[in-house]
């Protein structure tokens, strides 16, 4: 959305004082207007562009070309020379913790140039997935207790000693997330002892996570997982949303066969609760399907600008606003704008100011829903000042955007 668009809709709404200080100082209210913005743009009539508006569209689109080979090229290459030292270094200690312990067996493999179950935090932080054998003999268990977690149950308690993981089964018969990630803990500090790049590696301990700290630089957290192929959970039943035509169908079906994964990690929502599963429980993570999503038209691109836009403006202390915030907050306008012809580099620039937008006001009523568990909230845990704080960065951010021409020459 450009300026013209911007002013026309907040006149349209009589928040012409929203719009005055729009220009002029951070919003002191919450920013309760997206929800006509998302109105706004369904009921948009494809009208032809004029001259000036084309003239516009060109200019912003050559400015972000620009800013796309000189901003996030340059990140993503700092990034991939990073993760070349990063991933000799996991996969030495990962072969030594599967001599220890053959359940282990790394799944770390370079698939045509992109690494399998490597997640980019962020320049200095990576997430390595190292998925685990046979889940045969247990049922998934989604019931909501935990918002973002599901167990799993062994089917019959006559099938426990059939299971490889037979030690770290309760009396109740669930499958111990946190006493998988206890004994992997042990085996992956061990193995970084007898690792010939010890000298170079620190095992963090502040959690029962299993984190590593290489060069005292980077930090690498190593998670184990299930995949769930052919499975879809209860709680994202409600996805896609009726009247909303995208995805198409076809692809909805493509992403629900392919599954999503169970992660053994500390798992937000136990942050303040006390529960008869807490440790039993898997986190459900969804990277794959959204990735899956994200293939088509500019997507992936606009994702790209928006992680590089945050790494370098809204990188804050308390890490109020992360890069799967931008992730999900792109997922969430890909709805608002269903139609491929949305997705063309010539309108990008208005995608990334809607998501901005949209950042805003998540920020300022301090909720952000996971894109397919939406009773997941993914700022719990984060700080009021801190949410605040991001709020007002990320509106200079996008007023400097929306006013200045040439702003990607020094954002």
Known sequence: MGYYAMKKLLLQHGRKNLFRSFFTSPPTVTFFLYPHIINYHRQLPSTPLTGSMLASQTKALHQLNKYYMDRVQTRKMAINASLLEIVQIVQDILKE?????PRFISTLTEVNGRFEG?????????????????MGVFNFVDDGTIPGCAVLKLSDGRKRSMSLWVEFITASGYLSARKIRSRFQTLVGQAAEKSRFRDSVKMVCDSNEVKLRIRDRYSVQITPAF????????????????QIPWPHPAFVQEVKTEGFNLYSRECSSLITKQTAMEGDAFVMNFNDAE??????????????????????????????????????????????????????????FDRINGILLQLISCLQCRKCPHYFLPNLDLFKGKTAASLDLAAKQTWRLLRELLTNARSLDSL
């Open 97 to 101: 913790v599967e001599v220890q312990e």
């Open 118 to 134: 490597l997640e980019v935090i962020g320049p200095q932080e990576v997430e390595i997935v190292l998925f685990l054998n046979q």
């Open 227 to 242: 995949k769930c192929i052919g499975i879809w959970p209860r709680s994202a039943a409600h996805w896609p949303v009726p």
């Open 291 to 348: 990735d899956r999503l994200l293939q088509n038209g500019c997507r992936k691109k606009c994702l790209s600008i928006l992680k590089s836009l945050r790494d370098r403006h809204l990188d804050l202390a308390g890490a109020p606003v992360n890069n799967y915030h931008m992730k999900t907050l792109l997922l969430y306008e890909c709805e608002k704008h269903p139609r491929e012809i949305e997705w063309v580099d010539m309108v990008l």
